[in-house]
T-cell receptor, first 116, second 114 residues
Framework: DSGVTQTPKHLITATGQRVTLRCSPR?????VYWYQQSLDQGLQFLIQ???????AKGNILERFSAQQFPDLHSELNLSSLELGDSALYFC???????????????FGPGTRLLVL | AQSVTQLDSQVPVFEEAPVELRCNYS??????LFWYVQYPNQGLQLLLK??????LVKGINGFEAEFNKSQTSFHLRKPSVHISDTAEYFC????????????FGKGTRLHILP
């Protein structure tokens, strides 16, 4: 158990819908990272937040958005869903900026999204 | 931008045989390198990482990796694999002097054959 929790574990929805994925980082961790894992694209970095502020952006679509709240939990919002958005979405956390310090990222168990 | 290439998408190996999973990254003088493992139906967890110092890094579960700056490689090795090593392995890189994001390779699926 990494200490990172993600809800829900599974999500089935229809095209055009909007969903929200939630992540609670490990106690004390200030950074949250979101990743998308699919068979064809592999593990893609989406976005990073540090202490409530957006820190880095990856291959995140305009239909997707995220935020980190004062209690440090984070939400990833996916809207106008398409079939191709079906994937496993991981959240990870670290105490600080892993890209700078080389510290470990701790991954949650993921949310499996299926768009029908 | 940094990039990572994992040369093999799948590697089959017999139980108790040695294995090497290959990883090459785009050239940079200021990199941190990581290997993460994903067991079936789980999230990723850190196997080992190179930050500085000795180029031979030892990790959990008997794995080790060697940082080779001239060849821009960070190959993962284990002298004798077990069925429990069946998993997907991801190499990752970041350029610390630029506060850069961490980039993951596409992963190598390790199949252990009985």
């Amino acid at each position: 158990d990494s200490g990172v929790t993600q809800t829900p574990k599974h999500l089935i929805t229809a095209t055009g819908q909007r969903v929200t994925l939630r992540c609670s980082p490990r106690s004390g961790d200030l950074s949250v990272y979101w990743y998308q894992q699919s068979l064809d694209q592999g593990l893609q970095f989406l976005i990073q937040y540090y202490n409530g502020e957006e820190r880095a952006k990856g291959n995140i679509l305009e239909r997707f958005s995220a935020q980190q709240f004062p209690d440090l939990h984070s939400e990833l919002n996916l809207s106008s869903l398409e079939l191709g958005d079906s994937a496993l979405y991981f959240c990870a956390s670290s105490p600080g900026l892993a890209g700078v310090t080389g510290e470990t990222q701790y991954f949650g168990p993921g949310t499996r999204l299926l768009v029908l | 931008a940094q990039s990572v290439t994992q040369l093999d998408s799948q590697v089959p190996v017999f139980e108790e045989a040695p294995v090497e999973l290959r990883c090459n990254y785009s050239s940079s003088v200021s990199v941190y390198l990581f290997w993460y493992v994903q067991y079936p139906n789980q999230g990723l967890q850190l196997l080992l990482k190179y930050l500085s110092g000795s180029t031979l890094v030892k990790g959990i579960n008997g794995f080790e990796a060697e940082f080779n700056k001239s060849q821009t490689s960070f190959h993962l090795r284990k002298p004798s694999v077990h069925i429990s090593d069946t998993a997907e392995y991801f190499c990752a890189v970041t350029r610390w002097d630029r506060d850069d994001k961490i980039i993951f390779g596409k992963g190598t699926r390790l199949h252990i054959l009985p």
